[in-house]
């Protein structure tokens, strides 16, 4: 007899919890520390709290990995009537909380660990795959394995308007940040191979910048999977995230254009008014 599968993320996923609940998601949330308080992403904070406590203080909230113990203990409990798991991570490059999730996989039995190779909806992707996988009557094992594969296939990129967040986190200089918002520059934020690169600089207002940006990335469209695309933001004005949403369908004819808000681990390391577009290409992006 077949086992119940279980799909499961870390909460860097993005999934909006109307797709949670239609795929049966299980989260397990990061750890965000804000002052001298550790919040679960999602649960007892949310990307508005990070706006406010930096408006009020100047200070970025940490965002802490998911430790051995801890997935150890939800594993546990997920498969404890016997299901199988399947549980997608943050890239491994961005964080430990992949290897912290293998150690404790190790301890188990059909538990299977994916290193999403990305952030945010770049795993959402992957995760929402995997569901429908499961749906269909695939093994985990198989589930697990395509679903690894499939990670060099995801186009994920996001703009952003202000550097200022990047800055203070170190992912950029306080003086190209600062260079970048007098010139106006919004520069495109990819992932290959597990990692966050600068691509395309654009310069304007952020809207205008926005509308440009969807067609440079939907450009090559024999190479793009019309399944489903996301746009994925981070407290943006709710007409700039309409009008890039009907960009992207006048764009392209997806079966699903899904509008999704960037958690907190997202919110922390751009800021407000950072939004992307990620879907899945026909080719790996190496």
């Known amino acids: 007899m077949r086992k119940q599968i ?4 870390d909460s860097t996923c993005d999934l909006s919890q109307e797709l949670i609940d239609r795929y049966q998601i299980r989260i397990l949330p990061m750890g965000v520390s804000l002052g001298d308080k550790i919040y ?4 007892d904070i949310t990307p508005d709290d990070i706006y406010a406590h930096h408006a009020k203080t100047g200070q970025l909230p940490k965002t802490s990995a998911i430790n051995v113990a801890e997935n150890m203990e939800y594993f546990e409990q997920l498969i404890k009537d016997g299901s199988a ?3 997608f991570t943050i890239s491994s490059s961005m964080s430990s909380t992949y290897n912290n999730a293998c150690v404790a996989a190790e301890e188990l039995e059909d538990v299977y660990v994916v290193d999403g190779k990305n952030l945010s909806t770049g795993n959402g992707l992957l995760v929402i795959a995997a569901a429908e996988m499961a749906r269909e009557g695939m093994e985990a094992k198989e589930i697990a394995q ?4 499939l990670a060099d296939y995801v186009d994920a990129s996001f703009v ?9 986190g170190g992912r950029c200089s306080a003086v190209a940040a600062f260079g970048a918002n007098l010139l106006q ?3 495109c934020i990819y992932v290959k191979n597990g ?5 395309k600089k654009y310069r304007g207002k952020y809207e205008k910048v926005l509308l440009s940006y969807v067609a440079d990335r939907l450009a090559n469209a024999d190479d793009i999977c019309l399944d489903r695309v996301f746009v994925t933001h981070a407290g943006c004005e709710p007409k700039i995230v309409e009008s890039v949403a009907d960009a992207v369908k006048n764009a392209l004819p997806f079966k699903e254009v899904l509008v999704t808000r960037a958690g907190c681990t997202i919110s922390s390391h751009c800021g ?7 879907f899945i290409r026909k080719t790996p992006l190496h």
């Open 6 to 9: 279980i799909i499961s993320s």
């Open 40 to 43: 679960r992403d999602g649960v």
């Open 85 to 87: 798991l399947i549980h």
């Open 146 to 149: 395509k679903v690894s594969e």
């Open 160 to 168: 952003v308007d202000n550097l200022e967040y990047l800055a203070k």
């Open 185 to 187: 520059l919004k520069p």
């Open 195 to 199: 990692a966050m690169g600068v691509g």
């Open 272 to 278: 407000a008014n950072t939004l992307g577009v990620l």
